[in-house]
């Protein structure tokens, strides 16, 4: 029997999400471009005058991709860390991510794989690493107390690094710089050095500089993973520390 006019596509008796988010973008496409060309034609004529004031209501977009998170409706891939499980949904991973977009849609995917295993990630800063794709938003933190929000911006801007998403690498990079402290500097100054973000790094080296808390930081606990695995890092706070001195 052949499909209805209209009808939604079908995968297995499972809404088809991808080919739904395709019409869509072509169908907006198409009345864009339909409406480009109607102000053209009535460009000639004057402005109708109505009392009449048609009441559009906002979009509602932002809410059905949150929602799609929340309910995992349609969704076609689950991933695996420790020992959480979470749904979601290949294209708009893949929208957001190009990671996820090489592998979900690259030469070398997997089309029958629905299950993926991630290693070496906790699993709340991978539920905030999809709180970010769906909903364009770092998770709710206002529960946990000042270690436990720094740690999880940490955790946060490497899950974002992994799967190649600037902008929320950036706004971890941003929320860390707002809480540097003697005791973690040290830590932070790492993290940002291993995982390239430059003005983190820059606002770590200035925080120890302009503070005058280098003698607390070096006693620090967190000093002794930069001074053991990155010395270049030590180099260069000390070479900034002497040039700031001689200005």
């Known amino acids: 029997m052949q499909p209805r006019a209209g009808a939604l ?4 008796g499972r809404v088809n999400l991808e080919s739904i988010l395709l019409m869509t973008f072509f169908a907006s496409s198409a009345i864009l471009q339909l409406s480009s060309s109607r102000r053209r034609r009535f460009s000639h004529l004057e402005e109708a005058k109505t009392n009449v004031v048609v009441q559009v209501p906002p979009s509602d977009l932002f ?13 076609d891939v ?3 860390v420790k020992h959480d499980v979470f749904s979601a949904h290949k294209i708009i991973l893949a929208m957001r991510s190009a990671v996820f977009r090489s592998e979900f849609y690259g ?7 629905r ?4 290693e070496d990630m906790q699993p709340a800063a991978f539920r905030g690493l999809l709180h970010f794709i769906y909903k364009d938003s ?3 933190m206002d529960e946990l107390n000042d270690e436990e929000y720094e740690e ?3 955790h946060l801007l490497v899950a974002a690094d992994r799967y190649a998403m600037e902008r929320m690498k950036l706004m971890c990079e ?29 606002a770590c080296i200035e925080f120890m500089n302009s503070s005058n808390i280098i003698c607390d930081v070096v006693a620090s606990k967190g000093y002794e993973q930069p001074k053991r695995e990155c010395p270049t890092i030590i180099a260069d706070i000390w070479e900034k520390t002497a040039k700031s001195r001689k200005l």
């Open 63 to 75: 809410d059905n991709l949150s929602n799609l998170l929340d309910t995992t409706e349609g969704a």
């Open 9 to 12: 596509p079908h995968s297995g």
């Open 107 to 113: 030469p070398m995917r997997d089309k029958k794989r």
């Open 115 to 118: 299950s993926i295993t991630v």
């Open 78 to 80: 689950s991933f695996n």
């Open 138 to 140: 770092l998770p709710p």
């Open 174 to 202: 941003s929320k860390l710089c707002e809480v540097l402290c003697a005791e973690t500097v040290a830590t932070t100054l790492a993290l940002a050095d291993q995982h390239h973000c430059s003005q983190l790094k820059d």
């Open 152 to 154: 999880m911006l940490r």
